[in-house]
Every structure is written in C-alpha cells, then in structure tokens.
C-alpha cells in the first residue's frame, strides 16, 4: 500500500506542465510599488516579442499601478472599448489580455489568437465572459482577482451593521424630507450584543476582527471552517441552531450553492431571537426575500441592511427595497479606490506569473490534458468529483480538516491520480467556495481551508484504470450517522459501471445507484411496511422515484434505503419521514451528477 500526500504529487508535476506554456530562455522581475512602498516582487517567462518581451493588450480600464508593473516586464498596449471585429483583429499580436467583465473572450477570440495568446486575466473574480473550455483547449491560463476585495467587503459590512443598528439611512431620508424626530429613530448600540458570523471565510474573518474591536462578542457558523484559524481571532464556532438562537447581528458571508440557497427561510427566521437584525454583503440567493419581508412584517426581525439581492438589479415589485426597515445598496462591496487599485496590483501579479509558468492559486482553469488521457480517465473523472461532492454533504456543523482518497486500481503507484484527485477536492469544494476549482489549483485551495489530503493507492487485480475509489473525510461529527465506517470517518465508495459511475457503498453500507440528481437515504429496521410508507410521504409531495437501492448488514438487521428522486425534499418532508416507525435517521444529497 503506498500512502502519499496530495500536495507533493501535485506540486512535484503541475508546475512542470505549466512551465510548458512559457517559451523563453531568459527571466525578468516586476516589482510591485504603491503608497506603501515594495510589495512584493515576480518574474516572468513568456514569448518574445521583437523587444525581447511579451505583449500585454489591456483592454479594459485598470488601476495605473497594475498598469504600471506590467509595463515593467511587458510591452504594455491599452486599448480600450474595441469591438469584437477590433479585439479579433489585435488578439493574435498578444501573448496575454487584461479585461474586466464587458468584453468577451469567445472561442472565436481564442481561434484568432493562432495559439499565441497565453494569458487571459480578469480584473475581478467573475469569469463568465471568459470561455474556459476554448482556453483550456488551447493552453491558454486564465487568471482572476479573487481577495483584493476583501477589505471592501469586510468594511461595507461593518458600515451597513452600524447604520442598521442606529437608523442612519431613515434617519437621513426624514431630514431630507423636512423632517426632526429624535425619537422614532432611537437605535441600539453594538456594544456587548452577539454578532452571528455566517460563513466565516476571508471577509467573515475581517468582519469578525472588526466587530471584536467594536466591543461585540463574535461567534461564527461555518461547518468547513477550523476552530484554531477561529479561536485566533476570538471567534467560537458554532451550529447554525446556536447561532440563530444566540445571535442579535447576523452578518452573512457564504457563497451562493445548493446548500446555501434560501439558507434564511421561514425556518430559520422564526428561531432567531424576536428583534434581530441582519445584513447581507454575500449572495443575494442565501435569503428567502419573501420569507425575511414576512419576518419582518411580524417584528421578528427589526431591520436589515443588503448589498445583494436574488435578481439583481432588483424587479420593481421587490418585497424588500422600499420599506423604511431595510436599508439597501446596490452591491457596493468591492467598491472602494484602494479595493479597485489592489485589484489592479492582484491581476497583473497573476498574469505575471501565469505567463513565468508559475503555479498560482488564481488559475482558473486546467492546462489542455492529451486527449488519450483524457478520454480514459473521463468517467472516473466525474466519480470523483460526485463522490467529493456527496462526502461533504454528510459533514455535521463540526467541519473537518482532513480528507483521505483511497484509489483500488491495477496500475498501483504508475496511476496519474492529479485530475482525480483535483475532482475530489473540486467536488468537496464546490459547496463552501465559489473558488474554480482544477488540476492546478485544488491543492492550493484545500491547503487554504486548512484540508489536508491524503491519498492512498491499493493495487487490484483487472484491466481497468481504477476498480473503484473511495472519499473518507475525518470529522467528528456527521449529518448521517450510518455514513461513518469502522474506521469513525464519513466514507463513500463507488465506481465506473457501463461507463457510468456509481456509488457503491456508504459508510460501511453496500448501496447500488448512479450518481445522478438528487438522492434520499434513509436508515430503517429491516421490517416489511417501511418502503411503502415513505415512498407513500414522498408521492404526497408528488416526487418520483426514479431507482432504489436498499443494502442491509443482516436479515432482520438496520438496512439503508439510497432513493433516487425527482425533486428536492423539504424540511417537512424529512420530518415525515423521520416520523416513520422503523426510520431511524434521513439525509438528503443533492446535485450529485458530476
């Protein structure tokens, strides 16, 4: 058995395939300068131009020191507000691009490149105008901005929470309006009140040093976060129970997934303590609006401040916008000066070192895999990231901080497991990160949440790549307990089948069903009556039943129902069946198709 960690296997052979996309023999440095004087100092490696460096096209407005430090490197073109006929004309003269989120970066683009672009960088964290596909396709990197707004956001959220908590916004729009009352506008103060931090990432941890320094006791919900980055900053974790119960601030900070969405419903507003307030420089998606309008009608929250909102900009019948209880800005988190100039400085670092062939956690896509390999790895490829994906839904609030892959597979230590073990982590990922996750930069990205993975290569009999592939996570804690095998980790095994994945088992559990849509796992006595009943609680909700896999560990012993559907249950669909005499706990997986 040959027991490896997943970052030297990564680090040992990405950086060489990378280092494949620069062409010249020679080496320069940028250094990075601004009020605060040297930052920090790249080089970069890239393809020649007759100057003997490469070429930049800036093609969208960017903060002069960003501009700056390319020039230093580069032979810097700004070009701005072309057409699609004048950035097709110019692309092929360029080694790499700058751009914002207006211009386009199509196949068509990439095609006229001739395959000398090789550095796409967007000033910015969104890359959706970018073709990933036709980037990867032709070893073009791209490269966006993900923390150079941190502190913008961090402080928009600070600034919304004070405002909320002493009415400014309606306090001025009634002065505005001819009006003096003192007394309508009465607030509270922040001192000694708890702030319940949802989502403690990069901007929830500046928010909660910053509430700290206003006098706030800080607790924070995170399942994915660790207690030590925590509690260095005075923060304790919590379940997301104890923190609706306990918080009089809530300050969210979570992306935007399945688990997330409407994460604030009904549900969670009638649990929280009668005149909380909440603030929201997140996504708009994590709160029901229609459900926190009504809490808000019932005085169950007394206020809330929004930068983000579900549709944005907002439909005009918003429940949320024109009440006096709501104070809203038009996603003004990463609006700031400094922010905008940091993001300038982030991005040409990135393009820097992406066109050096460095390895940088920014990368937003793969280098192009052979298509030999990547034909022959495809459907294992999608059982890894769906088995990452289904792992991490079974994680209690506790989180976790270690991640074990275990690969079953002829080719012993000779396995290339980088794109499976990127898929794992990517699918892992996926549910507590908005980050795009790839072969380049996944190990970076977990090292960064404090997950360490390790892997592990069993050799087998057969012909096949992989026999199967099992996704351990150590945590203390799980949402279903049968899913923790003998070893006290939430595990779940699968594998390809008719070139199709599979999982296979579930804790120590032998289940049969494909990784697709939504999937329903119930733990029964093994007693005739129980299947009938809960696909009886499931018709009322008029959700089908796709497939049903049912694996027990003895006649008459505890049995585990996989059930595939066609919806997502609710909560009080879950409840239903919980209620069902021989149900002993339910769990819910969803999107599990890679």
């Given at each position: 058995m040959l027991a490896t960690t997943a970052q030297n296997r990564v680090l040992g052979t990405s950086s060489s395939t990378l280092a494949k996309a620069a062409t010249a023999p020679f080496k320069v440095t940028a250094i990075r300068r601004s009020s605060k004087g040297i930052r920090a100092s790249t080089s970069v490696r890239a393809s020649l131009s007759t100057n003997g460096k490469p070429t930049v096209l800036v093609a969208e407005k960017l903060g002069a020191g960003g501009v700056e430090m390319l020039k230093e490197v580069a032979d810097v073109r700004t070009v701005l507000n072309?057409?699609?006929?004048?950035?097709?004309?110019?692309?092929?003269?360029?080694?790499?691009?700058?751009?914002r989120s207006a211009t386009k970066v199509t196949?068509?683009?990439?095609?006229?490149?001739?395959?000398?672009?090789?550095?796409?960088?967007?000033?910015?964290?969104?890359?959706?105008?970018?073709?990933?596909?036709?980037?990867?396709?032709?070893?073009?990197l791209v490269v966006n901005a993900p923390t150079a707004n941190t502190i913008a956001a961090a402080e928009h959220g600070i600034s919304l929470l004070t405002a909320l908590a002493r009415n400014v916004a309606q306090a001025d729009a009634s002065m505005k309006a001819g009006g003096w009352d003192r007394t309508t506008y009465v607030g509270v103060s922040?001192?000694?009140?708890?702030?319940?931090?949802?989502?403690?990432?990069?901007?929830?941890?500046?928010?909660?040093?910053?509430?700290?320094?206003?006098?706030?006791?800080?607790?924070?919900?995170?399942?994915?976060?660790?207690?030590?980055?925590?509690?260095?900053?005075?923060?304790?974790?919590?379940?997301?129970?104890?923190?609706?119960?306990?918080?009089?601030?809530?300050?969210l900070h979570m992306p935007l997934t399945p688990t997330t969405k409407n994460l604030f419903d009904d549900a969670a507003f009638a649990k929280i303590k009668k005149g909380s307030r909440i603030i929201n420089v997140a996504r708009g998606g994590?709160?029901?609006?229609?459900?926190?309008?009504?809490?808000?009608?019932?005085?169950?929250?007394?206020?809330?401040?929004?930068?983000?909102?579900?549709q944005e900009p907002p439909a005009a019948d918003n429940p949320l916008v024109n009440r006096k209880d709501v104070i809203c800005t038009p996603h003004l988190g990463a609006s700031t000066k400094e922010a905008q100039e940091e993001v300038s400085y982030e991005i040409a670092e990135a393009v820097v070192s992406a066109l050096n062939g460095e390895l940088t956690s920014s990368v937003v896509n793969a280098p192009m895999v052979p298509p030999?390999?990547?034909?022959?790895?495809?459907?294992?490829?999608?059982?890894?990231?769906?088995?990452?994906?289904?792992?991490?839904?079974?994680?209690?609030?506790?989180?976790?901080?270690?991640?074990?892959?275990?690969?079953?597979?002829?080719?012993?230590?000779?396995?290339?497991?980088?794109?499976?073990?990127?898929?794992?982590?990517?699918?892992?990922?996926?549910?507590?990160?908005?980050?795009?996750?790839n072969i380049v930069n996944a190990d970076l990205l977990a090292k960064k949440r404090g997950v360490r993975i390790v892997e592990t290569v069993v050799p087998s009999e057969g012909a096949a790549v992989l026999n199967s592939l099992e996704v351990a996570i150590v945590s203390r804690a799980s949402r279903f307990?049968?899913?923790?095998?003998?070893?006290?980790?939430?595990?779940?095994?699968?594998?390809?089948?008719?070139?199709?994945?599979?999982?296979?088992?579930?804790?120590?559990?032998?289940?049969?069903?494909?990784?697709?849509g939504e999937v329903l796992l119930v733990r029964q006595n093994d007693q005739p009556g129980i299947i009938a009943t809960v696909a009886s609680e499931l018709a009322k909700k008029e959700?089908?039943?796709?497939?049903?896999?049912?694996?027990?560990?003895?006649?008459?012993?505890?049995?585990?129902?996989?059930?595939?559907?066609?919806?997502?249950?609710?909560?009080?669909?879950?409840?239903?069946?919980?209620?069902?005499?021989?149900?002993?706990?339910?769990?819910?997986?969803?999107?599990?198709?890679?």
């Open positions: 072309m057409t699609k006929e004048q950035l097709l004309e110019n692309i092929s003269t360029v080694d790499a691009i700058v751009i196949r068509e683009v990439f095609e006229a490149s001739k395959g000398r672009l090789r550095v796409v960088g967007r000033a910015g964290v969104g890359i959706d105008n970018v073709d990933l596909t036709a980037a990867s396709e032709t070893g073009c922040v001192v000694g009140k708890t702030l319940a931090i949802i989502g403690f990432g990069k901007v929830g941890g500046e928010v909660a040093r910053r509430a700290k320094g206003l006098g706030m006791t800080v607790i924070a919900f995170d399942p994915y976060a660790s207690e030590e980055r925590a509690a260095a900053v005075g923060v304790k974790l919590v379940s997301f129970d104890e923190a609706l119960a306990t918080g009089d601030f809530f300050s994590v709160i029901d609006e229609a459900a926190l309008a009504r809490a808000l009608d019932a005085k169950q929250v007394a206020g809330a401040a929004l930068d983000v909102f579900a030999e390999v990547l034909k022959e790895l495809a459907p294992y490829v999608g059982l890894a990231q769906s088995l990452g994906h289904a792992a991490v839904q079974l994680v209690d609030d506790h989180g976790f901080s270690e991640v074990h892959i275990t690969y079953h597979s002829p080719r012993g230590d000779l396995l290339d497991s980088r794109l499976l073990r990127a898929n794992v982590v990517r699918g892992i990922l996926q549910q507590i990160t908005t980050s795009q996750v307990s049968s899913a923790v095998n003998g070893r006290g980790q939430i595990s779940v095994s699968g594998a390809v089948k008719s070139g199709k994945p599979f999982l296979t088992q579930i804790g120590d559990f032998d289940v049969d069903l494909a990784t697709e959700i089908n039943i796709s497939f049903m896999s049912v694996g027990r560990t003895g006649r008459g012993a505890d049995a585990i129902m996989a059930i595939g559907i066609d919806g997502s249950p609710d909560k009080e669909l879950l409840g239903a069946i919980s209620s069902v005499r021989g149900v002993q706990e339910t769990a819910a997986l969803s999107n599990l198709r890679a």
